[in-house]
């Protein structure tokens, strides 16, 4: 693929840049040959961070960077609080607070007793390291001594050791010269600091974003962070806007969404489709079912794979699974992937080896431990247990003890010092729940796509169908002041409307939006629905596709 002018110039910059970059414009391209292009001119001893939302996001980039057999050298692949973790808390955080009585472990304050969740409560206020006092950074430090790093803490925590250990500020500027932050706008406030604070030590910074993808408010993300380095004096702003991806329509339709003064590009056809069901989320099903197979001879689609059916949340998701004849497979995902335990991600990895052909063990192992500080006795453990891996996963059923096993070896040898007993009961918990095991293994070309709006971002489909466009439920709306149900007011408008656009983005030829007359309330109970303030937002239905007068 050849860069586009827009594109190049990105690409050849070498200074500190932010990158609004549109869906569909090329930006994981556009990062990955960046990157590449930097791997030339560092020593051997020098890298790379590159710092992706999911770890899904993580090995794609990863992969891209890593073609041809590229030397990544000392470079850093994974989501922020990976990096924040392995390259300063624990390593540094010994320096600070002591060392740790056991292996280190990363948990919830869900799992802490009752009173000492009480006892955190400030822990969720989404406070910077400088609004907290020495009381609350010792109680941190205790749990950091007694093995504990708090999960809710980790931003804070690696604020304060950065800011507070010389080392750890020499070791980032000796070993890294660039950092890449891809979704920039679902930043937090702990985040955008140390960037800033990293960028200062003489480390070229890359911020890649999209203001209209923000949809993790509810977690403390802000896309003012991008906003407020876009207006930095010290980074040279870049957009990526020629969405090369979906069709005119589609572009039409989501810039009106956000901007009804946005000007309209030619198009041939429009391929935004509506379509109101008579009954609930079952009949919704049905009506799939009997429209695949017409959707994929028009619009040359090959395989079921190809189309998703995106919801706004699981209740949704859960009666389509149940409902739907045509095959298809959720994603969803793990306790294993959002555990932050180093042996929790190399399980994880090792579930994606096993199911992905295309996906290479030593990428897996290269993550954690380099090739040449391996001895060649481990080096030959770990093929015989790369082929044993596979041909466990051959079978069926698959023994799920022999693979615990296999996993547990392969961690002892590239991460010995990171044992921890939580992620083998998160990778028997896997192992032993055939949906949770099955989200490891790639959508068969047969299976549609089924996920939530949240789980398809960076995603994309030939063809996708829109659910849960309803009244209260997108955008999501509660009573008003004193339990008013009659003056009801919206949770967060403008995340929802980014939510709308993050949906209808991922289709490449087209997208269907489907509301119903009826919707299945949290309880389970069956109601009249009314469709979404969405459909009809700025008489935004004038863009939808029209059937051609005289045709049924």
Known sequence: MEPTEQQTEIINHDGNSVIIAAPGSGKTFVISEKIKLIFESLEGYQGVVAISYTNKASNELQSRCLVKGIDPKSSFFGTIDRFFIGEIIIPFGKQIFGIPS???????????????????????????????????????????????ILMEAIGL??????????????????????????????????????????????????????????????????????????????????????????????????????????????????????????????????????????????????????????????????????????????????????????????????????????????????????????????????????????QLFQCNPIDKNAVIERFVSVAKIIAPVSENETSVELLDQVLSTPNLLATYNPALNNELSIMTIHKSKGLEFEFVFHLDLYEWVLPQKGPGPDNDWDHPVYDDWAQDINLHYVAISRAKKACMLVSSTQRTRRDGKVVSANDSEFLAFNNIQNLWYKQPKGKP
């Open 102 to 148: 056991r292996q280190i472990e990363i948990i919830k304050t869900d799992r802490l007793p009752q009173a000492e969740q009480d006892n955190l409560d400030w822990l969720h206020r989404n406070l910077k390291y400088i609004d907290i006092g020495q009381n609350e950074i010792e109680e941190l430090a205790k749990y950091f001594r007694n093995g504990l």
């Open 157 to 390: 925590l690696s604020n304060f050791v950065f800011h507070n250990s010389l080392a750890c500020r020499k070791y980032l500027s000796s070993r890294y010269k660039y950092i890449f932050i891809d979704e920039y706008q679902d930043s937090g406030s702990n985040q955008h600091e140390i960037f800033l604070a990293i960028n200062a030590l003489g480390i070229v910074g890359i911020a890649v974003g999209d203001l209209n993808q923000s949809i993790y408010a509810f977690s403390g993300k802000s896309s003012i962070h991008l906003d407020n380095l876009a207006g930095n004096e010290a980074f040279t702003v870049f957009k990526l806007d020629k969405n090369h991806r979906c069709h005119t329509s589609i572009i039409n339709y989501s810039n009106y969404l956000l901007d009804p003064g946005t000007k309209m590009l030619p198009t041939d056809s429009e391929q935004v489709y509506f379509k109101r069901i008579d009954g609930s989320e079952v009949e919704i099903s049905r009506f799939i079912d009997s429209k695949i197979a017409g959707i994929k001879k028009h619009f040359g689609i090959i395989n079921n794979s190809e189309v998703a059916i995106l919801v706004r949340g699981n209740r949704t998701l859960e009666i389509i699974d149940a409902s739907l004849q045509t095959p298809h497979k959720i994603f969803i995902t793990t306790d294993l992937d959002t555990s932050l335990n180093v042996w929790s991600s190399i399980f994880s990895k090792l579930l994606h080896f096993s199911y992905d052909v295309n996906y290479r063990f030593m990428q897996v192992i290269e993550e954690f431990k380099l090739i040449e500080k391996l001895r060649r006795a481990e080096l030959v453990s770990l093929l015989k247990l790369k082929n044993e891996i596979r």
